[in-house]
Structure formats: structure tokens, C-alpha cells
């Protein structure tokens, strides 16, 4: 069976050595053996480091066993077998691999493994990034020391502790606008993330409030979230305490029975006071966290309607139909109006983004149709005055 770069990265990306950032050029120096019929041994360098991934179909975790089909005769090795990261609690070292077992050792001789690398191999759950993190504050110790270096090279006889600080985080004012048995619906203010963007909370997020009391998605870093609201704009947000619910609202989501309804503040004036924003949009190659209109992008429609204004901005009514990301942002965009305040794709700098979700219309479990309204903001009004 043919084993190029792609299938060794695939099989590092299963013990979180890699993730989706890296490239299949990363591994270097592809040897192929045979050293028994029924296996395969597959020696490569990723990241300045030796690896041999052995795949056997009667290894079954014995570890003299699969460390005697890893000696190279004349060349010396300090192999360490890496343990499966989801073994579910119980030591096992055998990945599922193409209907066989596959093992991953690395070669540990003289230089060490630095120690972000090394967390991954030994504790896994977390990513490499996210112990980067861990270490640059202070939370890891090696043999009882704080070590603020990702990169600093630690061996397999040195002790490797990890002592979370929780973080002081301060949580923005909100208002809870409906709860019941199966949702809770708050009105979130600007500036507070929807969920954690990692598996480490900076910040206080609006997942935090459901989380004590959701089982949908509770061990992830968004519990009880099925929609979400960029930071910068405030009003009504849904979330899930249960799976059933999850899965109701979803369908609703995906099938464009929610309606949704947001005020805007927009620079300038559109040239009619209501039109129909028909332009799909698609991610921007050159700024991948943005978005622009395109013509092999996805489908966005947005309705407007013109509600109020001075001379230099205008009140706006936005009814998207979709729901794509940054929609609303990007269409005002297009249309010669950005959002006031929209850091990405807008003009005008103010004190935050003009964009508020204030109506959101859906049905609940039971099959009740409910109606869930978020008052504008005090500061829309001053802008306008």
C-alpha cells in the first residue's frame, strides 16, 4: 500500500502533532520497510524531528514487539512510543489505521523535543497552539520550574506539570429577554464574543451564561450556541439548553423559517429608500477572515428599508434572507453605505459598530411561534440626533 506525505500528515493530525495549517512539504525524508510480512515501517522527519510510524495488523499495544521492528541495525535510536490521545482514560499506543493499528514513536536522542510538541505527544486533548498559550502564561512547569518558552527542549525523563490559573475576566452588563425550560434568549451588548474562538477563555462570552445550564455541546468552547452575533453587534441571541432544541432551531436556520430583523447605521444615504440586496458573497482570498461579493460566491439576499437619517448618516431597516457571514456588512458595503463604526469594512471609525440584531422570530419546542424583540440601543438615537 502506497504511503506518501498526505497519509503520514493525515496520521499526525489523529495524535494532534499537526493541524489543518500544515503542509504535506513539512514532512521530509520518507523512508519505506518491511520488516515483518504482516507490517509496514514508514520513517520520516517532520519539524527537525525523527518519527517512525509503524502500521501492524498483530502488534496489539505489545510494546517490545513494536519496538523491536523499529531497530535499525548500525544506527542509533532512543524511540518513545506516543500514546493514543483518545484512549478514552485507558493507556493504549494503537491508532486505527486502514482496517490495521498504527503506531507513532519519535526519536528522542540528543536534541529533546520542545516542550509545546511535547505536551501534545503526552497529554493530547489540547492542541499545540493552545498549550503555546498555556506556557507563554505561566502555567506549565518542567521538574517544578515555570517555563515561558514553547520551545524550550525537555526529554522524556523530565516531569511535565500543568497548573491552569483561571482568568479574571469581567463580565459585560445584559439583559435576559426570554427563558424557558428549552432556550434562553438574551440581548447581547457590543463587545462581548458569542463563544471562546479557542479551546482557552480569554474573556468572558455569552456562552458562559448558558453553560451551567445546557447539555448541548457542554464540553466544547460553545455550549448551547446555534447561531452567533459578530463582537461588535448587540441584540437578541438565542441559545439551546438541550440537544432536541439544537437540532429544531438548526433545521429552522437551515430552511429560512427564522426571521431575523436588524437596525443599522449606515454613512451616507442609499440611493432608494427600500430595495432587495441580491449579491452572493465569498471569502476573500487575499484576507481570509473576510468576506467580499463575488459571482462564484454563495447565495446572500438582504432586504432594506430606509427608516431615518441627517445629513450624514441613515437609520436602516436590514431583513437578511440569508444568512451568511458578515452579510449584512458586506452588502451595506457594496451598496456605497458601510456599517458606521465597522472596523473591516467600513469608513467612519466611532465608538462601536452600529449594527443591532433586534427582532428575531422562530418556533420553540411545542411548536409555539415566538417573537423575541431587543430595544435600540440609546446611542443609535444620539447619532442620528
Given at each position: 500500500?502506497?504511503?506518501?506525505?498526505?497519509?503520514?500528515?493525515?496520521?499526525?493530525?489523529?495524535?494532534?502533532?499537526?493541524?489543518?495549517?500544515?503542509?504535506?512539504?513539512?514532512?521530509?525524508?520518507?523512508?519505506?520497510?518491511?520488516?515483518?510480512?504482516?507490517?509496514?515501517?514508514?520513517?520520516?522527519?517532520?519539524?527537525?524531528?525523527?518519527?517512525?510510524?509503524?502500521?501492524?495488523?498483530?502488534?496489539?499495544?505489545?510494546?517490545?514487539?513494536?519496538?523491536?521492528?523499529?531497530?535499525?541495525?548500525?544506527?542509533?535510536?532512543?524511540?518513545?512510543?506516543?500514546?493514543?490521545?483518545?484512549?478514552?482514560?485507558?493507556?493504549?499506543?494503537?491508532?486505527?489505521?486502514?482496517?490495521?493499528?498504527?503506531?507513532?514513536?519519535?526519536?528522542?536522542?540528543?536534541?529533546?523535543?520542545?516542550?509545546?510538541?511535547?505536551?501534545?505527544?503526552?497529554?493530547?486533548?489540547?492542541?499545540?497552539?493552545?498549550?503555546?498559550?498555556?506556557?507563554?502564561?505561566?502555567?506549565?512547569?518542567?521538574?517544578?520550574?515555570?517555563?515561558?518558552?514553547?520551545?524550550?527542549?525537555?526529554?522524556?525523563?523530565?516531569?511535565?506539570?500543568?497548573?491552569?490559573?483561571?482568568?479574571?475576566?469581567?463580565?459585560?452588563?445584559?439583559?435576559?429577554?426570554?427563558?424557558?425550560?428549552?432556550?434562553?434568549?438574551?440581548?447581547?451588548?457590543?463587545?462581548?464574543?458569542?463563544?471562546?474562538?479557542?479551546?482557552?477563555?480569554?474573556?468572558?462570552?455569552?456562552?458562559?451564561?448558558?453553560?451551567?445550564?445546557?447539555?448541548?455541546?457542554?464540553?466544547?468552547?460553545?455550549?448551547?450556541?446555534?447561531?452567533?452575533?459578530?463582537?461588535?453587534?448587540?441584540?437578541?441571541?438565542?441559545?439551546?439548553?438541550?440537544?432536541e432544541t439544537a437540532s429544531m432551531v438548526q433545521r429552522q436556520f437551515t430552511n429560512r423559517s427564522v426571521k431575523k430583523e436588524y437596525m443599522a447605521i449606515v454613512s451616507g444615504r442609499p440611493a432608494q429608500n427600500e430595495a432587495l440586496i441580491d449579491v452572493p458573497i465569498?471569502?476573500?482570498?487575499?484576507?481570509?477572515?473576510?468576506?467580499?461579493?463575488?459571482?462564484?460566491?454563495?447565495?446572500?439576499?438582504?432586504?432594506?428599508?430606509?427608516?431615518?437619517?441627517?445629513?450624514?448618516?441613515?437609520?436602516?431597516?436590514?431583513?437578511?434572507?440569508?444568512?451568511?457571514?458578515?452579510?449584512?456588512?458586506?452588502?451595506?458595503?457594496?451598496?456605497?453605505?458601510?456599517?458606521?463604526?465597522?472596523?473591516?469594512?467600513?469608513?467612519?471609525?466611532?465608538?462601536?459598530?452600529?449594527?443591532?440584531?433586534?427582532?428575531?422570530?422562530?418556533?420553540?419546542?411545542?411548536?409555539?411561534?415566538?417573537?423575541?424583540?431587543?430595544?435600540?440601543?440609546?446611542?443609535?438615537?444620539?447619532?442620528?440626533?
Amino acid at each position: 500500500m502506497k504511503y506518501d506525505s498526505s497519509d503520514i500528515l493525515t496520521f499526525l493530525r489523529l495524535f494532534y502533532l499537526a493541524d489543518d495549517q500544515t503542509m504535506p512539504r513539512q514532512i521530509e525524508r520518507i523512508e519505506k520497510s518491511k520488516p515483518h510480512e504482516k507490517n509496514v515501517l514508514i520513517r520520516f522527519t517532520f519539524n527537525k524531528k525523527k518519527y517512525a510510524m509503524l502500521i501492524d495488523s498483530a502488534a496489539e499495544d505489545d510494546v517490545p514487539y513494536i519496538m523491536e521492528q523499529v531497530v535499525e541495525q548500525g544506527i542509533p535510536h532512543e524511540y518513545q512510543l506516543l500514546e493514543n490521545p483518545n484512549g478514552d482514560g485507558f493507556l493504549t499506543y494503537a491508532m486505527p489505521w486502514r482496517g490495521k493499528e498504527g503506531y507513532l514513536l519519535v526519536d528522542t536522542k540528543a536534541t529533546g523535543t520542545r516542550l509545546d510538541v511535547a505536551m501534545v505527544e503526552r497529554f493530547g486533548e489540547k492542541s499545540r497552539s493552545t498549550y503555546q498559550k498555556l506556557i507563554k502564561r505561566g502555567e506549565v512547569r518542567v521538574n517544578g520550574a515555570v517555563q515561558t518558552s514553547p520551545k524550550q527542549l525537555v526529554h522524556p525523563a523530565d516531569e511535565i506539570t500543568l497548573e491552569e490559573i483561571a482568568p479574571e475576566r469581567t463580565t459585560l452588563p445584559y439583559d435576559v429577554i426570554f427563558e424557558d425550560e428549552n432556550v434562553l434568549v438574551v440581548n447581547k451588548p457590543a463587545g462581548m464574543l458569542t463563544h471562546a474562538k479557542g479551546a482557552i477563555a480569554e474573556e468572558f462570552t455569552a456562552a458562559d451564561i448558558i453553560k451551567p445550564k445546557t447539555s448541548y455541546k457542554a464540553e466544547t468552547n460553545r455550549p448551547g450556541i446555534v447561531h452567533r452575533l459578530d463582537r461588535d453587534t448587540s441584540g437578541v441571541l438565542l441559545m439551546v439548553k438541550n440537544d432536541e432544541t439544537a437540532s429544531m432551531v438548526q433545521r429552522q436556520f437551515t430552511n429560512r423559517s427564522v426571521k431575523k430583523e436588524y437596525m443599522a447605521i449606515v454613512s451616507g444615504r442609499p440611493a432608494q429608500n427600500e430595495a432587495l440586496i441580491d449579491v452572493p458573497i465569498e471569502r476573500n482570498p487575499s484576507a481570509p477572515s473576510t468576506f467580499r461579493p463575488g459571482v462564484k460566491g454563495k447565495e446572500a439576499q438582504t432586504a432594506y428599508t430606509v427608516l431615518s437619517g441627517n445629513d450624514a448618516h441613515t437609520l436602516l431597516q436590514l431583513r437578511p434572507k440569508t444568512g451568511r457571514t458578515h452579510q449584512l456588512r458586506v452588502h451595506t458595503q457594496h451598496i456605497g453605505v458601510p456599517i458606521l463604526g465597522d472596523r473591516v469594512y467600513g469608513t467612519e471609525a466611532a465608538d462601536r459598530m452600529y449594527l443591532h440584531a433586534s427582532r428575531l422570530e422562530l418556533t420553540l419546542p411545542g411548536g409555539v411561534r415566538k417573537v423575541f424583540e431587543a430595544p435600540l440601543p440609546p446611542s443609535f438615537q444620539e447619532q442620528l440626533a
